[in-house]
C-alpha cells in the first residue's frame, strides 16, 4: 500500500518535472504547445546516447541532457515558435502537431523504432528496505532531484526578480509590457527553461515511462492533463495535480488492472466538467 | 417578420441553388467509376476520409469548434457496424451504416455537453479524452472486439440484398461515393437553413450572436451532434468496405490527419473537406511510396510549412487551383448544353 504511495509520488515528481515548461508557456503565450513530449523525448535520447554510447557517468548525464534541450528549445523558440504566437489555437495546435509528426519520423530514422534503456549505475539499482516498505533507489533519487527542482521553481518565482516579471507577464501581458518588461525574452528564456527541465525529465524517466518514437504521442495527453487539472497560474496547481495523477495512475494500475488507463482519463473528464478551470486554480484569474 | 423573413429566405435560396461547377464536379465524381477501374481501393478510402473530413468541416468551419477527437465516433460507429453485421443483428448494409450513424450521433449528444463548455484547450483535452476512453474501453473488452488484433470475421451481406462487395472495392466504391453524395447533399441542405446561417452568426460573434436572440447552446448541440452523425457514417461505411475494424479506428494520428485535410482544402466550405481528402490521398500514396517508413515526417513538414506560411496564403494559392478547376469544370458543362 504505501509502496504504491512512494511510487505514485515518485511517477507524479516525474511528471511535474516533464509538464511545468508547458503549464508555464500556455499560461504565459497563451499558447498550446502539444510538441512538449518531442523535448522530453530528446532528453531521454541525449542521455542514452551520452551514457550508453560514450560512457558519460549517469548523474553527469543528467545535466548535460538538461542543457542540449534547453539549448534546442530556445533555438526552436527563436526560430519557428515566435511566429506562431499570435495565430488562432487552431494554428498552434497544427504547427505544434506537425512537429510532433516529424520529431516522431526523425527519431525513427536515427534511433530506430525500439525501446530505448538508460544504463543505470549499480549503485542506484535495488531498494532500501524502511519500516518494512521497499523503496527503489532510483525512484528516491526521482523524488530527491524533483522535490529540490519545485523547491528550487518555487523560490525563483516567488522571490526573484525573475520571477516577479515572469509572473507579471502572465497576469497582463499588456500591462507588463508597459512597465518595461521584455515580455518575449522573459518567455524565451522560460521557453528555453521549460524545455530543458522537460529533457531532464525524459532523461530521468526513460527507466519508468519507457523511450521509444512515439514518446511524445503516448504521453502528450498525460502533460495535458496535469496542466488542464492543475491551471495555469501557478507552480503548486500543476504540482499537486502531478502527484494526484502520479497516485492515481500507479494505484488505478496496481488495484484495478483491467481497468488500465482508464482511471486517469476519467478522473480528467470529471474534473473538466466539475471545475472547467481547473482544479487548483485562482477563482480570480481571467 | 413578413420582409426580413422573405429577404432571409430568398437569399438562402439564391445561396443553395447548385451552381454548374457543383453539378460538374459530382457528374466528374461519378464518372471516376469509369475513368480509373483500376483504382477502386485507394478512391473508396479517399471518399470515406473525405465523408470524415465533411464532417469536421461541419463543427470547425461552421462552427468555430476545434476538436481532435473526431475519431471517437469514427470508432464507435465502425465497431458498431462491424459488431452487428458478425452477429448477425442488421444485415442489410445500408441499415445498418445508418443505425451506427445513429448511434455516433447519439454519443455526440451526450458528449456535447462536456464540449461546449469551457475555452479552446478544454475542448482540445475532453474531445482527445473522450476518444482515447473510447480506446481503451476497446481495447479492454477483448472478447467483443478482438482487442488489439482487430474486430474479424465479420461478414457483410450484399446491399440491398442485391450487390455483393467484391475484392477489387468496385460495389465498395460505387457505395461509398452514393453515401458521400447524400451526406453531402443533406449537409448542404444544413448549411443553407436558417440554422446554419444562425451558426455562421454564432462563430462570428459568440456574444453577439446571443444578444440577437439565437440560443447558441442549442445550436451548437445541434450541430455537433449532426456533424458525429456523419463522422460515424464514414466509420460505418470503413469497416464495411474493409470487413474488419481495428483499435486504429480511434487513434490520434486519424483525429489529426484530418485536420490536415481539412487545412489542405479550406475549412468553412463544404467542398474543402472533399479536396482535401484527395489531395491528401494524392500526397500520403507520392510520399510513402518515396519513403515507405517516414512519410509521417513529411506530412508534419508539410503542417509546419503551413501554419509558418499562413493558412490564408495556402487558401489563396489554392484558390487560384480552383478557380482552374472551376474554369475547366465550366468549359466541360458548358459543352454538352450548347450540343444539346
Given at each position: 500500500m504505501l509502496t504504491i504511495l512512494f511510487d505514485g509520488i515518485a511517477y507524479g515528481m516525474l511528471l511535474f518535472v516533464l509538464a511545468c515548461g508547458l503549464s508555464v508557456t500556455l499560461g504565459l503565450m497563451n499558447f498550446i504547445n502539444l510538441a512538449h513530449g518531442a523535448f522530453a523525448m530528446a532528453g531521454g535520447y541525449c542521455s542514452v546516447i551520452l551514457v550508453n554510447?560514450?560512457?558519460?557517468?549517469f548523474v553527469l548525464g543528467l545535466p548535460i541532457a538538461f542543457l542540449v534541450t534547453a539549448v534546442i528549445g530556445g533555438f526552436l523558440e527563436r526560430t519557428l515558435y515566435i511566429h506562431v504566437y499570435r495565430r488562432s489555437h487552431l494554428d498552434q495546435v497544427l504547427f505544434t502537431i506537425g512537429l510532433v509528426f516529424m520529431s516522431v519520423a526523425a527519431t525513427d530514422y536515427v534511433m530506430g523504432s525500439s525501446q530505448q534503456f538508460v544504463q543505470i549505475?549499480?549503485?542506484?539499482q535495488g531498494q532500501f528496505i524502511v519500516f518494512g516498505i521497499g523503496m527503489s533507489k532510483y525512484r528516491l533519487l526521482i523524488i530527491l532531484i524533483c522535490g529540490l527542482l519545485t523547491i528550487g521553481l518555487q523560490l525563483t518565482v516567488a522571490k526573484t526578480r525573475f520571477g516577479s516579471r515572469l509572473r507579471a507577464a502572465v497576469d497582463d501581458q499588456r500591462v507588463a509590457r508597459g512597465l518595461g518588461i521584455n515580455v518575449g525574452a522573459v518567455f524565451a528564456v522560460t521557453f528555453a527553461f521549460g524545455s530543458g527541465l522537460a529533457g531532464l525529465g525524459g532523461a530521468l524517466g526513460a527507466e519508468i515511462l519507457g523511450l521509444d518514437p512515439t514518446f511524445p504521442l503516448k504521453y502528450m495527453i498525460y502533460f495535458l492533463i496535469v496542466v488542464t487539472v492543475g491551471g495555469?497560474?501557478?507552480?503548486t496547481g500543476p504540482f499537486l495535480a502531478s502527484i494526484l495523477l502520479g497516485i492515481a495512475d500507479v494505484a488505478g494500475k496496481y488495484y484495478v488492472p483491467t481497468l488500465g488507463a482508464f482511471v486517469i482519463y476519467t478522473i480528467m473528464i470529471v474534473v473538466l466538467i466539475w471545475r472547467p478551470q481547473g482544479l487548483f486554480a485562482r477563482s480570480a484569474a481571467r | 417578420m413578413g420582409p426580413v423573413f422573405d429577404e432571409v429566405s430568398a437569399y438562402l435560396g439564391r445561396r443553395s441553388r447548385w451552381s454548374p461547377v457543383e453539378v460538374a464536379f459530382w457528374v466528374f465524381l461519378f464518372a471516376t467509376i469509369w475513368l480509373f477501374p483500376g483504382k477502386y481501393l485507394i478512391m473508396k478510402d479517399t471518399a470515406i476520409l473525405a465523408l470524415f473530413a465533411l464532417s469536421l468541416d461541419l463543427i470547425?468551419?461552421?462552427?468555430?469548434i476545434i476538436s481532435l477527437g473526431q475519431a471517437a465516433f469514427f470508432g464507435v460507429a465502425g465497431y458498431f457496424s462491424g459488431l452487428v453485421a458478425k452477429h448477425g443483428f442488421i444485415n442489410e448494409p445500408v441499415l445498418a451504416l445508418f443505425c451506427s450513424g445513429l448511434v455516433a450521433a447519439a454519443l455526440g449528444f451526450v458528449t456535447s455537453f462536456l464540449v461546449l463548455r469551457g475555452s479552446d484547450l478544454t475542448r482540445l483535452m475532453v474531445t482527445l479524452g473522450v476518444s482515447l476512453i473510447l480506446g481503451e474501453i476497446a481495447n479492454r473488452f477483448s472478447n467483443l472486439t478482438?482487442?488489439?488484433?482487430?474486430?474479424?470475421?465479420v461478414d457483410i451481406a450484399p446491399v440491398l440484398g442485391l450487390f455483393r462487395f467484391d475484392m477489387y472495392g468496385h460495389t465498395g466504391y460505387i457505395y461509398c461515393l452514393i453515401v458521400l453524395f447524400i451526406c453531402f447533399v443533406v449537409a448542404r441542405r444544413v448549411v443553407y437553413s436558417p440554422f446554419g446561417l444562425s451558426l455562421r452568426a454564432l462563430k462570428g460573434n459568440t456574444l453577439r450572436a446571443s444578444a440577437i436572440g439565437i440560443p447558441v447552446k442549442r445550436r451548437l448541440v445541434g450541430i455537433y451532434t449532426f456533424s458525429a452523425g456523419i463522422a460515424g457514417i464514414a466509420g460505418g461505411l470503413l469497416t464495411q468496405t474493409t470487413a474488419f475494424c481495428s483499435l486504429?479506428?480511434?487513434?490520434f494520428d486519424r483525429s489529426a490527419d484530418l485536420l490536415l485535410v481539412l487545412i489542405i482544402g479550406g475549412s468553412?466550405?463544404?467542398?474543402g473537406g472533399l479536396i482535401g481528402a484527395v489531395t491528401y490521398k494524392f500526397l500520403q500514396d507520392w510520399i510513402s511510396t518515396l519513403t515507405p517508413q517516414y512519410w509521417q515526417f513529411w506530412i508534419g513538414f508539410v503542417l509546419v510549412v503551413i501554419v509558418l506560411v499562413g493558412r490564408e496564403q495556402v487558401e489563396e494559392w489554392t484558390a487560384a487551383v480552383r478557380a482552374w478547376i472551376v474554369g475547366l469544370g465550366g468549359r466541360f458543362i458548358a459543352r454538352p448544353a450548347t450540343s444539346a
Amino acid at each position: 500500500m504505501l509502496t504504491i504511495l512512494f511510487d505514485g509520488i515518485a511517477y507524479g515528481m516525474l511528471l511535474f518535472v516533464l509538464a511545468c515548461g508547458l503549464s508555464v508557456t500556455l499560461g504565459l503565450m497563451n499558447f498550446i504547445n502539444l510538441a512538449h513530449g518531442a523535448f522530453a523525448m530528446a532528453g531521454g535520447y541525449c542521455s542514452v546516447i551520452l551514457v550508453n554510447r560514450l560512457g558519460v557517468p549517469f548523474v553527469l548525464g543528467l545535466p548535460i541532457a538538461f542543457l542540449v534541450t534547453a539549448v534546442i528549445g530556445g533555438f526552436l523558440e527563436r526560430t519557428l515558435y515566435i511566429h506562431v504566437y499570435r495565430r488562432s489555437h487552431l494554428d498552434q495546435v497544427l504547427f505544434t502537431i506537425g512537429l510532433v509528426f516529424m520529431s516522431v519520423a526523425a527519431t525513427d530514422y536515427v534511433m530506430g523504432s525500439s525501446q530505448q534503456f538508460v544504463q543505470i549505475p549499480e549503485a542506484l539499482q535495488g531498494q532500501f528496505i524502511v519500516f518494512g516498505i521497499g523503496m527503489s533507489k532510483y525512484r528516491l533519487l526521482i523524488i530527491l532531484i524533483c522535490g529540490l527542482l519545485t523547491i528550487g521553481l518555487q523560490l525563483t518565482v516567488a522571490k526573484t526578480r525573475f520571477g516577479s516579471r515572469l509572473r507579471a507577464a502572465v497576469d497582463d501581458q499588456r500591462v507588463a509590457r508597459g512597465l518595461g518588461i521584455n515580455v518575449g525574452a522573459v518567455f524565451a528564456v522560460t521557453f528555453a527553461f521549460g524545455s530543458g527541465l522537460a529533457g531532464l525529465g525524459g532523461a530521468l524517466g526513460a527507466e519508468i515511462l519507457g523511450l521509444d518514437p512515439t514518446f511524445p504521442l503516448k504521453y502528450m495527453i498525460y502533460f495535458l492533463i496535469v496542466v488542464t487539472v492543475g491551471g495555469t497560474t501557478s507552480i503548486t496547481g500543476p504540482f499537486l495535480a502531478s502527484i494526484l495523477l502520479g497516485i492515481a495512475d500507479v494505484a488505478g494500475k496496481y488495484y484495478v488492472p483491467t481497468l488500465g488507463a482508464f482511471v486517469i482519463y476519467t478522473i480528467m473528464i470529471v474534473v473538466l466538467i466539475w471545475r472547467p478551470q481547473g482544479l487548483f486554480a485562482r477563482s480570480a484569474a481571467r | 417578420m413578413g420582409p426580413v423573413f422573405d429577404e432571409v429566405s430568398a437569399y438562402l435560396g439564391r445561396r443553395s441553388r447548385w451552381s454548374p461547377v457543383e453539378v460538374a464536379f459530382w457528374v466528374f465524381l461519378f464518372a471516376t467509376i469509369w475513368l480509373f477501374p483500376g483504382k477502386y481501393l485507394i478512391m473508396k478510402d479517399t471518399a470515406i476520409l473525405a465523408l470524415f473530413a465533411l464532417s469536421l468541416d461541419l463543427i470547425l468551419g461552421y462552427a468555430g469548434i476545434i476538436s481532435l477527437g473526431q475519431a471517437a465516433f469514427f470508432g464507435v460507429a465502425g465497431y458498431f457496424s462491424g459488431l452487428v453485421a458478425k452477429h448477425g443483428f442488421i444485415n442489410e448494409p445500408v441499415l445498418a451504416l445508418f443505425c451506427s450513424g445513429l448511434v455516433a450521433a447519439a454519443l455526440g449528444f451526450v458528449t456535447s455537453f462536456l464540449v461546449l463548455r469551457g475555452s479552446d484547450l478544454t475542448r482540445l483535452m475532453v474531445t482527445l479524452g473522450v476518444s482515447l476512453i473510447l480506446g481503451e474501453i476497446a481495447n479492454r473488452f477483448s472478447n467483443l472486439t478482438g482487442g488489439a488484433d482487430g474486430l474479424q470475421g465479420v461478414d457483410i451481406a450484399p446491399v440491398l440484398g442485391l450487390f455483393r462487395f467484391d475484392m477489387y472495392g468496385h460495389t465498395g466504391y460505387i457505395y461509398c461515393l452514393i453515401v458521400l453524395f447524400i451526406c453531402f447533399v443533406v449537409a448542404r441542405r444544413v448549411v443553407y437553413s436558417p440554422f446554419g446561417l444562425s451558426l455562421r452568426a454564432l462563430k462570428g460573434n459568440t456574444l453577439r450572436a446571443s444578444a440577437i436572440g439565437i440560443p447558441v447552446k442549442r445550436r451548437l448541440v445541434g450541430i455537433y451532434t449532426f456533424s458525429a452523425g456523419i463522422a460515424g457514417i464514414a466509420g460505418g461505411l470503413l469497416t464495411q468496405t474493409t470487413a474488419f475494424c481495428s483499435l486504429d479506428v480511434f487513434s490520434f494520428d486519424r483525429s489529426a490527419d484530418l485536420l490536415l485535410v481539412l487545412i489542405i482544402g479550406g475549412s468553412g466550405y463544404l467542398y474543402g473537406g472533399l479536396i482535401g481528402a484527395v489531395t491528401y490521398k494524392f500526397l500520403q500514396d507520392w510520399i510513402s511510396t518515396l519513403t515507405p517508413q517516414y512519410w509521417q515526417f513529411w506530412i508534419g513538414f508539410v503542417l509546419v510549412v503551413i501554419v509558418l506560411v499562413g493558412r490564408e496564403q495556402v487558401e489563396e494559392w489554392t484558390a487560384a487551383v480552383r478557380a482552374w478547376i472551376v474554369g475547366l469544370g465550366g468549359r466541360f458543362i458548358a459543352r454538352p448544353a450548347t450540343s444539346a
